[in-house]
């Protein structure tokens, strides 16, 4: 007889093995646990994945966050993609919030006009002015208006590409930001223009395509950008290839739309993925410099939405979570996708018309030049653009890199009742002309 010991899973490499090894654990791993979810027969054939994160709040001195408000998760066609993909998000949520205690960041308290005062090169200051009258006179509303007065945090970054010193609201820059009890809430921190790598240039590349996506997304929804239909042709045949060997042919249909830039490279696709029953409607997000790419990373997060949409809608069910407010008050990033997963595509078929599908062949040529050109392009546009290493030396030693970016002249993701209405930016969407609540978590 032979015997023979086996301790792993053939689904997994040894990279993501050795990984799991060094960040999974109950007690002490960065990520506390990973599960899956199940899907029906006629669901998506594709792993998704979801992840708790260790307790930063407890150095941070803050109350337990809710489960899953960190939003960890990952998606794809094998367990390793999907958990690769979690400890990815799992580093990166991880940085945004320890890089504070870390102590490698310079944070200041001071009015716009003081740091001006004081010689800062100032970033959004002029963007403080965000919401209407009749926003901030909102029973419920969740931010103050605040102007160049007014004493906040700042935080140093360095400036791209000339890497001078330059100071931005921490607020919105810092996710792990924590306000002193006087400093007023004036606008939504996420983690928008966040990425993790292996690699750091990758790690840049992936957060400066985020910062566009969000501001691709953020224009269309609430401003006059146009959702272009997309019908395969040769020129992503491989991709079609992909996702139809892996969705049921009787099964919910995924449906895809360009999202066009007003003035920054990169292709912003989202995948509304459709069904009779509840959940009725998911919407997944991708960007890339490739058509291809994009439209692959949009499949797999509308799949993976249309999931967490499963998820939220039990918790709803068994009072984990409160139930869907009025569409005037939805200021949290799960309850609208449980909103419009409830609604179907009816009910966002406004911005996401049906009409003749464009030829993918037709769409500009796939980008070149990386992350130089990406940079560059802010530069051209008159964008000032800022950037923050978020690596910490544990996140190193795992062999990760963090790079968080942000600007003031793009859209950042918002609660989905209060996009920022007197943002600049929106005029370069013909202007932002109503309210009603996006889908995005």
Known sequence: MKARVYTGSRQLSL????????MLAPATGLCQQIGFLM???LEARLAVAGGDMTGVHVLRGLGEPRSGSHHIGGCGPTYDEAIIKTLGETVERYAQQSVIVDGRVRIQRASYQQMLAAGHRVLGGPGFDL?????????GFPFTAIDARTSIGWVALSSLPDHGECWAPAQVALLGYRRA????????????GTAAHTDPVQALERALLELIQIDSVMGHWYGRGVAVPLAADERTRAVTAVVQRHIHRDGPRPRFYWLPNADLPGFTIACLVEDDVVPKLGVGLGCSLRLDRAI???FLEGMAVAQLAKVILFRQAVGDLPPTPTPEALYDLDLNVS?????????????FPDGQPVRTSELPADFGGGTRCLIESFAKTNKALAWLDMTTPDLRSLGFYVARVWSPETLSLCFPSAPPLRHSRFGA????DHESPHPYP
Do not use: C, I, N, W
Not at 131 to 139: I, K, S
Not at 181 to 192: H, I, K, N, Q, W
């Open 296 to 298: 692959y990373s949009a």
């Open 15 to 22: 990279r993501t093995h050795r990984l799991l090894d060094r």
């Open 429 to 432: 969407y013909g202007a932002a």
């Open 339 to 351: 909103h419009y997963a409830v609604l179907g595509a009816a009910a966002v078929r406004r911005k």
């Open 131 to 139: 919401f209407t009258p009749a926003q901030l006179a909102r029973p």
């Open 181 to 192: 009890p006087d400093e007023p809430r004036f606008m939504l921190g996420v983690s928008t």
């Open 39 to 41: 899907r029906s027969p």
